[in-house]
T-cell receptor, first 111, second 113 residues
Framework: QKEVEQNSGPLSVPEGAIASLNCTYS??????FFWYRQYSGKSPELIMF????GDKEDGRFTAQLNKASQYVSLLIRDSQPSDSATYLC???????????FGGGTRLMVKP | EAGVVQSPRYKIIEKKQPVAFWCNPI?????LYWYRQNLGQGPELLIR????????DSQLPKDRFSAERLKGVDSTLKIQPAELGDSAVYLC???????????FGPGTRLLVL
């Protein structure tokens, strides 16, 4: 069973703070990792992806990957109330090219 | 460029009734996915198509669910008969050849009474 685990939250941060969202996965053969944002009642929207160990930055978002620890995280700098949403971690398994999602972490950014 | 299109957006049916969902992927995307998302959970893959071929349907409950993508473009997912536990959002996604990035449609919210 390939699993992706996330804390369901809610994670509450004040406006302007850094939000840190975490995800662990069980399949050591996983190669690609994705973060999706999902507003209530809407469909998932891709924020960024990461393939290599280390950090990848895109604007206010930084994805971090540690394959040895089977851990991927998303940092959101200068959090805004509009960042309030559920953040889904997804892991691509090369066997069958299948994407497995975690349950999501609900982020609340308070003004 | 138009995104993934799904219809209907909402559907309410009584249990034991049939229901069908339609998806038109992004133009040129040869891979199409159907997911089911229960409340408070992440999407779960039901079936994946490469062009018109279903290459991964291991999670599709084949006793009541069926899907088709006859011409390798749009796709239909059917449930017959629907059960109370089928209430969920059914998401369609697509990706282009060689790309791992999936783009999601708005979903169909199904309520089975």
């Amino acid at each position: 069973q390939k699993e992706v685990e996330q804390n369901s939250g809610p994670l509450s941060v004040p406006e302007g703070a850094i939000a840190s969202l975490n995800c662990t996965y069980s399949d050591r053969g996983s190669q690609s990792f994705f973060w999706y944002r999902q507003y209530s009642g809407k469909s998932p929207e891709l924020i960024m992806f990461i393939y290599s160990n280390g950090d990848k930055e895109d604007g206010r978002f930084t994805a971090q990957l540690n394959k040895a620890s089977q851990y991927v995280s998303l940092l959101i700098r200068d959090s805004q109330p509009s960042d309030s949403a559920t953040y889904l971690c997804a892991v691509l398994h090369n066997a069958g090219n299948m994407l497995t999602f975690g349950g999501g972490t609900r982020l609340m950014v308070k003004p | 460029e138009a995104g993934v299109v799904q219809s209907p957006r909402y559907k309410i049916i009584e249990k034991k009734q049939p229901v069908a969902f339609w998806c038109n992927p992004i133009s040129g995307h040869n891979t199409l996915y159907w997911y089911r998302q229960n409340l408070g959970q992440g999407p779960e893959l039901l079936i994946r198509y490469e062009n018109e071929e279903a290459v991964d349907d291991s999670q599709l409950p084949k006793d009541r669910f069926s899907a088709e993508r006859l011409k390798g473009v749009d796709s239909t997912l059917k449930i017959q008969p629907a059960e109370l536990g089928d209430s969920a959002v059914y998401l369609c996604a697509s990706s282009s050849k060689g790309s791992e990035t999936q783009y999601f449609g708005p979903g169909t919210r199904l309520l089975v009474l």
